[in-house]
T-cell receptor
Framework: AQKITQTQPGMFVQEKEAVTLDCTYDTSDPSYGLFWYKQPSSGEMIFLIYQGSYDQQNATEGRYSLNFQKARKSANLVISASQLGDSAMYFCAMREQNSNTGKLIFGQGTTLQVKP | DTGVSQDPRHKITKRGQNVTFRCDPISEHNRLYWYRQTLGQGPEFLTYFQNEAQLEKSRLLSDRFSAERPKGSFSTLEIQRTEQGDSAMYLC????????????FGEGSRLTVL
């Protein structure tokens, strides 16, 4: 069964520093997609970055990059130059392509606090 | 605003009452998803629609829960005889195709059952 694990309930980072949020996954589907979402206190889930299982290069989107290690089944999110507005909950999620449902399975989340 | 919208944003009800949430997806999206999120946890999948057809229901969706998308546009999620354990954020999301692109989420409907 597919599963997403985020082992860091909470993380602190100093403003302007980089931070890595961990995510491991488990799936038997050879084709899948990995996502990261940000959820501020307002509640809306904001899409950050996507990595396909067959993508050769790690995904990057501005200050966000995904450290994809397929053999280890990990998809860690790296946020560079942290800003106070990055304080939020972050969720890793996976979509199995073969199910054709399009649904995402989410991890438990990591709360990130950026300190000034 | 052309994003996913949900109504109401907050609902407080007494145990045993029925509640209904509405979701208006992005207009060209034929897939619509409902998730439930309890405090400090990740969203959990409840059900999804392709157009008006409800194609999958999670075991989390007990008999007291029913979801509809009658014309393939907006959707409703009804909870009958609410229980305190139903207190959660109910998130709606939509997308155009199954295996491309991300889910676009609404801001959620927060339910508190007293």
């Amino acid at each position: 069964a597919q599963k997403i694990t985020q082992t860091q309930p909470g993380m602190f980072v100093q403003e302007k520093e980089a931070v890595t949020l961990d995510c491991t996954y488990d799936t038997s589907d050879p084709s899948y997609g990995l996502f990261w979402y940000k959820q501020p206190s307002s509640g809306e889930m904001i899409f950050l970055i996507y990595q396909g299982s067959y993508d050769q290069q790690n995904a990057t989107e501005g200050r966000y990059s995904l450290n994809f290690q397929k053999a280890r089944k990990s998809a860690n999110l790296v946020i560079s130059a942290s800003q106070l507005g990055d304080s939020a909950m972050y969720f890793c999620a996976m979509r199995e392509q073969n199910s054709n449902t399009g649904k995402l399975i989410f991890g438990q989340g990591t709360t990130l606090q950026v300190k000034p | 605003d052309t994003g996913v919208s949900q109504d109401p944003r907050h609902k407080i009800t007494k145990r045993g009452q029925n509640v209904t949430f509405r979701c208006d997806p992005i207009s060209e999206h034929n897939r619509l998803y409902w998730y439930r999120q309890t405090l400090g946890q990740g969203p959990e999948f409840l059900t999804y629609f392709q157009n008006e057809a409800q194609l999958e229901k999670s075991r989390l969706l007990s008999d007291r829960f029913s979801a509809e998308r009658p014309k393939g546009s907006f959707s409703t999620l009804e909870i009958q005889r609410t229980e305190q354990g139903d207190s959660a954020m109910y998130l709606c999301a939509s997308k155009r195709e199954a295996n491309t692109g991300e889910l676009f989420f609404g801001e959620g409907s927060r339910l508190t059952v007293l």
